[in-house]
C-alpha cells in the first residue's frame, strides 16, 4: 500500500472516489466536495486549502481509501471550537497554524472520515492512512491533527495513535414513526404544545405563502434570491458566506435530489429562504436567510416545516444544525458528537488531555441537566409486582 497527498478532489476522479464510497451522504459524495474546490469555497483564501490523504495498492494503483484533509491556517467553519487553544499555543511562542484537520468544510454533520474500498482490508488501510498522516504532519512541522464529526468507531481508532477524543452536543429530531405533525405534537407536554400552536398561529396570520423545491426544481432565476438571503445572514453577524452562488448551482443540478429548498413569500415576493440537504435517514438544515425581521417565521421555516418534510417523506432524523438550547422546546433533544485530537508538543498535548477530561465532565452534566427540559411527556410504566 502506498500513502500519498492530493489537493484536489478532481485528481481522485468520480469514478475513483465512488469505489471507496458508495453512500448516500449528500456531503461525502464527490460532486459536493468537488464543486466546494471548484467554485471557490475552499482554498487558501478562506485557510482551507485540500490535502487529502490517499492509500492506493502500489502495484495496481487501485484506490482503497481515502481520508479527506485540510491544511488549516484558521479555524473558521470546524464547528468544534479550538480558538482557546491556539491562543494559548500562541502565548507561549509556538505556531499552532497551520494544522491539518480531516472534515467536512463548514458542515458539523457526522460521518464517515476515512472511506475505504470494500475489497480492501479496513483495518489495514485505516492504520496505514493515520500513520501517513501522521508521518506527514511531523515532517512539515504541523502543530497538530483534528478529526472532527467522526463516527465514534473512528474515534476509538484514533485513540490507539494517542488522539484525545473530545465530546460534544448538538439538538437532533427523531421520527417516532408520526403520521402527522399533530401526532408528533401530541407527545409533548401541554404547555409545549400549545407554545408551538401559538408559534405557528403568529406565523400564518401574518399571511405568508411557501413553496418547497428540491434542487432539480429551482429555477434559475431564484438562485440569486435564495443567495442574497444566505450572505445577509453572514453579513448581518460579521462573518463570511463562504459557500458561493455558481457552488449552490452546481450542486442543484448535479445532486438537485438531495438538495431542498423551503422559500417563503409575502404578496408573492420572496422574504425568506432555508436550505437543507437530505439523504435517505437524515434531514439537514443548513442555511437560514431573511430580508427582514419577522416574527416565529425562522421557526416556522427551519424548524416547523423541516418536521413536517420528515414526517411526510419518511425521514427518520432531523439535524438543523449546530448549537441552539431553544431547540429542545420545540422537539430537538441532546445528541452526542465527536472529535479526536493529536497536538504535536508533547507539554502542550498533556494540557490539552487535561482540559479535555474536565470539559467532558462537564459536557456530560450539562447533557444530563439538557434531558430534564425535554418537550416530551413521561410515559409511566406500570410493572407488574
Known amino acids: 500500500m502506498q500513502f500519498k497527498i492530493v489537493n484536489s478532489i478532481a485528481e481522485i476522479g468520480r469514478e475513483r472516489w465512488q469505489k471507496v464510497y458508495s453512500g448516500d451522504s449528500p456531503f461525502l459524495r464527490f460532486e459536493f466536495l468537488q464543486a466546494q474546490e471548484k467554485y471557490g469555497c475552499v482554498g487558501e483564501h478562506v485557510g482551507w486549502i485540500p490535502y487529502h490523504a490517499v492509500i492506493e495498492d502500489q502495484s495496481s494503483s487501485e484506490l482503497l481509501g481515502i481520508m479527506p484533509l485540510y491544511i488549516k491556517t484558521n479555524s473558521y467553519g470546524e464547528l468544534v471550537f479550538d480558538w482557546a487553544w491556539a491562543n494559548a499555543y500562541e502565548r507561549t511562542g509556538r505556531e499552532y497554524y497551520p494544522k491539518l484537520v480531516s472534515a467536512i468544510p463548514y458542515t458539523p454533520v457526522t460521518g464517515e472520515r476515512m472511506l475505504i474500498n470494500p475489497s480492501a482490508n479496513r483495518e489495514s488501510v485505516e492504520k496505514k492512512l493515520i500513520e501517513g498522516v501522521l508521518k506527514d504532519a511531523q515532517a512539515h512541522n504541523f502543530s497538530s491533527i483534528h478529526c472532527l464529526f467522526p463516527e ?17 452536543c448538538q439538538f437532533h429530531w427523531h421520527n417516532e414513526g408520526y403520521e402527522c405533525f399533530d401526532e408528533f405534537l401530541s407527545k409533548l407536554t401541554s404547555r409545549k404544545r400549545k407554545n408551538i400552536r401559538k408559534e405557528r398561529a403568529r406565523v400564518k ?23 442574497e438571503f444566505y450572505k445577509k445572514t453572514f453579513d448581518e453577524k460579521g462573518g463570511y458566506a463562504t459557500f458561493t452562488l455558481p457552488f449552490f448551482k452546481n450542486i442543484s443540478e448535479c445532486m438537485g435530489e438531495q438538495l431542498l429548498v423551503i422559500l417563503a413569500y409575502d404578496d408573492e415576493k420572496p422574504v425568506a429562504s432555508a436550505i437543507f440537504y437530505k439523504d435517505s ?105
Request: aromatic share 16%; glycine share 6%.
Open 205 to 227: 396570520a401574518q399571511g405568508f405563502q411557501y413553496r418547497v423545491l428540491q434542487g432539480d426544481e429551482i429555477e434559475d432565476e431564484l438562485w440569486p434570491v435564495i443567495y
Open 152 to 168: 465514534l468507531e473512528l474515534c476509538h481508532v484514533f485513540a490507539n495513535y494517542k488522539f484525545e477524543k473530545r465530546l460534544g
Open 281 to 385: 435517514h437524515h434531514l439537514y438544515g443548513r442555511h437560514w436567510g431573511c430580508l427582514d425581521q419577522f416574527d416565529s417565521l425562522h421557526f416556522e421555516v427551519c424548524y416547523y416545516m423541516g418536521i413536517e418534510y420528515a414526517i411526510k417523506h419518511g425521514i427518520k432524523h432531523f439535524e438543523p444544525g449546530a448549537q441552539g438550547e431553544h431547540k429542545i422546546s420545540r422537539g430537538f433533544l441532546p445528541a452526542l458528537t465527536w472529535s479526536s485530537h493529536w497536538i504535536k508538543d508533547p507539554q502542550f498535548s498533556l494540557a490539552i488531555e487535561q482540559f479535555i477530561e474536565r470539559e467532558r465532565i462537564y459536557m456530560k452534566d450539562y447533557i444530563q441537566e439538557l434531558q430534564k427540559h425535554s418537550p416530551f411527556k413521561v410515559i409511566e410504566i406500570t410493572r407488574e409486582k
